[in-house]
């Protein structure tokens, strides 16, 4: 029996596939992910007749895909290819585990989605170099991982202060100080991690200008070799050598695109992303720690002692579990499994910080 998990994973691939497809405004790129919605439909198709199921109740796609297209309409589409990209070594785990116990042939456009995609790719001739590049860019999306940052940003912030708070209620037992020293470490931290981004950021754009302004010195003194190079980088994906050689072509005939090309196949760097500002990435990353940061706080700005220390805790499980929960966006757990892994683990976090209070609270008034 093939697990009913593994149809799931099937069906919302192929619904958000189908999600992509519908959004996409080039033509060739909308019937790539047409046809890997058919793929991954079929693969749904085939687990639930070997399960011996009724084929005509296909199940419906999940409330973790439908929150998926919600977010991809609010804040761009990349972000849920970001998601897709995230969970293919689970989808091609789960494929092989069914594969195995059913005793079907293995199958690489099967288990790999880049394979899939190579394999369309070649059947596709109306793909030119730029409409394939420009599905490259689409494909190496980091919306997945712009959305994971966000959700994690918040969960360093909250799990950090939560137990910072717990911390100096332990050794006060949530008397004064406890509300100063909660937002003292909501900035401390929020700075921190704006400081860190910045850097980060800032260093990275810098090495990456340097290694563009050289790749641009070697196309400019010898276009002849980088084309040939950008030809073998193609084949090495599986394109076939005549149509490597046509893009390639197509492709160094525009320098400056050319060298974006270069670049990226070379250097894995995308020119797209070196737009993004500094001062931006460390303003989200101060916001979203301290989102995280402020909801242990909040109830210290009310009251004191142990129902202070009580709502603290009661908003902070909240917000644990909350974070767990979308953390299945990423991972497709259970959201009961992930939502109160996170509230156990932040929970054990505050009770250990807690208890070191205590003792060095009743050590320096003993």
């Not at 919302?12 to 405004?25: M, T």
């Not at 990349?78 to 789960?94: A, R």
């Not at 059913?102 to 899939?116: E, Y």
Request: charged content about 20%; aromatic content about 6%; proline content about 2%.
């Amino acid at each position: 029996m093939i697990d009913l998990k593994s149809i799931q994973t099937e069906i919302d691939a192929s619904y958000l596939y189908k999600v992509l497809s519908d959004n996409e405004e080039d033509p060739n790129v909308a019937n790539v992910f047409r046809q890997m919605s058919e793929i991954e439909h079929s693969h749904a198709v085939a687990f639930i007749k070997k399960s011996n199921l009724d084929i005509s109740v296909m199940p419906s796609p999940s409330a973790r895909a439908r929150i998926l297209k919600l977010i991809g309409k609010v804040l761009g589409y990349n972000y849920i290819l970001g998601v897709l990209l995230d969970t293919e070594k689970s989808i091609s785990s789960s494929i092989v585990s069914a594969r195995k116990k059913s005793n079907m042939p293995d199958s690489i456009s099967d288990t790999a989605h880049v394979s899939i995609l190579k394999n369309i790719i070649n059947m596709q001739p109306n793909i030119s170099g730029s409409n394939l590049a420009r599905f490259e860019k689409r494909h190496r999306s980091v919306g997945g991982n712009a959305l994971r940052a966000a959700v994690l940003g918040g969960n360093d912030g909250l799990v950090s202060n939560f137990s910072l708070v717990m911390g100096i209620a332990g050794a006060t037992s949530g008397q004064t100080g406890v509300l100063l020293a909660g937002l003292a470490g909501l900035l401390a931290g929020a700075l921190s991690m704006a400081l860190g981004e910045w850097i980060s950021v800032k260093s990275s754009q810098e090495l990456s200008e340097n290694q563009m302004q050289l790749e641009m010195d070697e196309l400019e003194a010898n276009p002849e070799g980088e084309e040939k190079e950008l030809a073998l980088i193609y084949m090495s994906k599986g394109i076939p050598e005549t149509q490597a050689h046509e893009m390639a072509h197509e492709i160094i005939s525009d320098k400056e695109q050319a060298h974006k090309i270069l670049v990226k196949e070379e250097l894995g760097i995308n020119t797209e992303d070196l737009q993004g500002s500094a001062i931006e990435a460390a303003v989200t990353s101060f916001l979203l720690f301290a989102v995280g940061a402020i909801i242990p706080v909040i109830p210290f700005f009310f009251m004191q002692g142990a129902n202070a220390i009580i709502v603290s805790t009661v908003l902070s499980a909240m917000g644990l579990f909350l974070i767990g929960a979308a953390i299945t966006l990423f991972t497709g757990k259970s959201v009961w499994f992930s939502g109160f892994r996170q509230v156990i683990f932040g929970l054990a976090a505050a009770a250990i910080t807690f208890g070191i209070g205590k003792l060095i609270g009743v050590s320096i008034g003993g």
